[in-house]
């Protein structure tokens, strides 16, 4: 389907998308519970990060998909129990932290 917007494009937050037609907005609702579901159940957010990423970084993408603050100390200590993670030295990189991490196994 082509109109007069048809080559306008935006980026929305998820949360306060503006009127979507037809049936797009059960369809973005449908995909927004399916990865809030995933991400609860499996790490698949390392998927959206770069190789090497701050916990700060990884607890954005969680509390992006699912909306809410996280408890920053619970946080770490969940996925540090999970043995996913490696220490990295990012000495160099323009990160405030001097420590970050990497995931252990690429393929999760």
Known sequence: ???DNALECE???VNNVPPLMF????ILKSGLDYLRYKVRHEPIGFSLLPEKFTF???QGI??????????KPDFRRKFQKMNLL???DL???KFVQ???YLIAARGL
């Open 23 to 26: 049936d797009h907005a059960d």
């Open 91 to 93: 000495c160099g990189l």
């Open 56 to 58: 700060l970084e990884l």
């Open 62 to 71: 969680y509390e992006s998909i699912l909306n809410k603050s996280l408890d």
């Open 11 to 13: 980026w929305f937050d």
């Open 1 to 3: 389907m082509s109109g």
């Open 86 to 88: 490696g220490s990295v």
């Open 98 to 100: 001097t420590r970050g």
